[in-house]
C-alpha cells in the first residue's frame, strides 16, 4: 500500500518561508517521479513542481519559478519543496504525489499524500 505523508504547513507571513517534506512508502522510491500540486478554495487543483527519479531534472509552474525548490533524498525515501518569499495567493493545501512517467507529471499523478495547508497572510 503506497502512502505519502505530508508535513511541515502552516501560517506565515507574506514574504516568509516554508519547508514541506513528504514521506513515501510502499513503492520504490527511486523509480518514481515526485512532485507537488497545490488546491487553493474554490480553485482547481493545479501542478506547483516536480522532480526526476533520479533527481537532476526538475519542473515549477511558471507562478513559483525562482521562488520554490524542490529537492529529494532517495535513501530517505522523502521529497522536498522550500517555499521562499511566499505570497498570500500561495496559499492553498499542498498535495505530494507520485508517478513513474516526469515527463507528464504535471498532467496527471497515480499517488497522492492527503495534503499540508499553507496559509501565508497580508
Given at each position: ?9 502552516g501560517?506565515?507571513?507574506?514574504g ?50 525562482g ?25 492553498a ?28 497572510s497580508?
Amino acid at each position: 500500500q503506497v502512502q505519502l505523508v505530508e508535513s511541515g504547513g502552516g501560517l506565515v507571513q507574506a514574504g516568509g518561508s516554508l519547508g514541506l517534506s513528504c514521506a513515501a512508502s510502499g513503492l520504490t522510491f527511486s523509480n518514481y517521479a515526485m512532485g507537488w500540486f497545490r488546491q487553493a478554495p474554490g480553485k482547481e487543483r493545479e501542478f506547483v513542481a516536480s522532480i526526476r527519479s533520479g533527481g537532476g531534472i526538475t519542473s515549477y509552474a511558471d507562478s513559483v519559478k525562482g521562488r520554490f525548490t524542490i529537492s529529494r533524498d532517495n535513501p530517505k525515501s522523502t521529497v522536498y519543496l522550500q517555499l521562499n518569499s511566499l505570497k498570500p495567493e500561495d496559499t492553498a493545501v499542498y498535495y505530494c504525489a507520485a508517478d513513474k512517467d516526469f515527463w507528464s507529471f504535471r498532467f496527471r499523478a497515480t499517488y497522492w499524500g492527503q495534503g499540508t495547508q499553507v496559509t501565508v497572510s497580508s
